[in-house]
């Protein structure tokens, strides 16, 4: 009789099996990085590296991608201009994806509407809006973020939120496949999106209201002046909590008297109490600890669980982390 052996687990996907065959996906335009720092491409300055890094250049090559990796079971993430992101030290073992190759990146004005595509800035969105004297998207103005990551987190800034002017959202699911969405199907609710949860935003179609171009740019250098007098410069993700029902998280830590506790190079901005700030040499674990004393405080002296605004991706580091120090530069532009 011949012995039985029972069959050994799978291996674990080995990075080296799956990484030629992504790059292989990728056309002649796309722009292709192996172990990316993402200290790189978060304005928080932190967090190791991605395996893989990619910025594809069309649609159908963004769908073959994500196709791939959802059929092979690796992990993937739609990076935006990671203004509300933290990443871990250790990187993210998969695939990192920026929409910001020119053809995610249009805003174009038609009429009342601008279609614009997921990798915009939100800045020029508010800019071109203005071009045009087309009223309503004067709040995006300061938001340092992409058009996609203000869709998937409903993000939003001087009483106003990015779906009070969405009308339809160009949506991919994870295997390739594209529609248009109404904004009425998109389960928004206060900084968040349910649609766009295990959906990608590939750009969407805005709606304003005639203007002019004078008391549009007032009001937006009325909301800049605001936010530059009580939101700082330094790098950080914005606001790390949302808002509670009983009160203003940056009041709450104010009140809690945690204005500049820190934790190695990361601290509570003096500014404002909800951002936490990078002073250049904070690691992902220095601002996750920081993040966990403000909660275990909350809790414990009011009572409150603080939820993360800022969305944390990746792995622990295995071994000690040099930070990767940033050049001076302009975390809001
Ligand atoms: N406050 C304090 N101390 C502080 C900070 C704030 O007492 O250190 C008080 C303020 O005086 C105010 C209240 O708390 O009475 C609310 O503060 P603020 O007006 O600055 O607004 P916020 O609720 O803290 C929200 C958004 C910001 C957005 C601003 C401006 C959330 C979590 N935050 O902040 O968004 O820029 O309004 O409209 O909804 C972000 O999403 O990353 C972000 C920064």
Redesign the pocket.
Known sequence: MSPTFSSPPPPPLATSDWVGEAVRLAGPETLVRRDEPLARHTTLRVGGPADLFIEPAAEEELGRLIAFCHGRGIAFFILGRGS?LLVRDGGFRGVVIRLSHPYFSRVELSGLRIVCGAGARLKAVAVEARRHALAGFEFLEG?PGSVGGALRMN?????GATFDCVESVRVMDYDGVVADWPAARMEVGY?ECGALRNRIALGARLAGSAGSRAAIGEKMASFSQ??WG??PAAPSA??A???PAQI????L??ELGM?GARCGGASVSL?????IVNDGTATARDVLDLIELIRGRAREARGIALEL?VQIIGDPASRAVTPTPFEAGDPHE
């Open positions: 509300n938001i993000a939003g800034a001087m009483g900084r605001k936010r009580s939101q914005g606001c909590f949302k808002n203003p998280a940056g009041r830590i104010e204005k500014e404002h109490g909800n951002f605004e």
